[in-house]
Structures are given as structure tokens and as C-alpha cells.
Nanobody, 121 residues
Framework: QVQLVESGGGLVQPGGSLRLSCAAS????????MGWYRQAPGKERELVAA??????NYADSVKGRFTISRDNAKNTVYLQMNSLKPEDTAVYYC????????????????WGEGTLVTVSS
């Protein structure tokens, strides 16, 4: 089975920084795309940032403040979050489209359990 393990969440003051990490493990042939979603209390889950081999994209609300990156050798995706605002408070979920023995051609989506980011003074 494939697992996504997230880390790096916590409490930070407005203007501060955090770096989230998500490591994929298991019988992985290839990771086609990885990304971060978040869900704030009372709101729908939204895409924060995503990365493929050819592109990255960001939600308008985080452009210029967040940076997504990958370490392919470690099957890990990172989200560097700078200039954090209270409205960034949410549970952040790692997502990956992964090719495995079970789904070797097109892959399927996997999700982490989520890590809580709280931005408050």
C-alpha cells in the first residue's frame, strides 16, 4: 500500500513561516503529480499548490508567499509557507497521483491524513 506522511504543521504567528513535508512510501513506480490542499473550518477543501514534471500552479491567495517543490529521489513534496496570515489557518492535506502495481498505467490519487496549520497571535 502507498502511504503519504505529512509533517511540519503547527502554531505560528502572523508573518511567520512554516515548511510542510509529505513523503510517499510503498511500491511506487512513478509519481506523476503532487500537491497540497487545505480545508478551513466551515469551508470547502481547496487546492493550494500543485507540481508536475513540467509545471507548478498556486491558488491566487498564496501566490508570492508559498512555494511548492519536489525531491524525486525521496518521493517527497514540500510547501514552504512564508508571510503567513490568519486566513491561512486550515488543515493541509497532501495529495499525489501515483502509479503502482495495482494501477500501473494511469495511477490513482492518494491522500495524507492532514496536518493542522494555525496562524494566530
Amino acid at each position: 500500500q502507498v502511504q503519504l506522511v505529512e509533517s511540519g504543521g503547527g502554531l505560528v504567528q502572523p508573518g511567520g513561516s512554516l515548511r510542510l513535508s509529505c513523503a510517499a512510501s510503498g511500491s511506487i513506480f512513478s509519481i506523476n503529480a503532487m500537491g497540497w490542499y487545505r480545508q478551513a473550518p466551515g469551508k470547502e477543501r481547496e487546492l493550494v499548490a500543485a507540481i508536475t514534471s513540467i509545471s507548478t500552479n498556486y491558488a491566487d491567495s498564496v501566490k508570492g508567499r508559498f512555494t511548492i517543490s519536489r525531491d524525486n529521489a525521496k518521493n517527497t513534496v514540500y510547501l514552504q509557507m512564508n508571510s503567513l496570515k490568519p486566513e491561512d489557518t486550515a488543515v493541509y492535506y497532501c495529495n499525489a497521483r501515483i502509479q503502482t502495481m495495482r494501477e500501473p498505467l494511469y495511477g490513482m490519487d492518494y491522500w495524507g491524513e492532514g496536518t493542522l496549520v494555525t496562524v494566530s497571535s
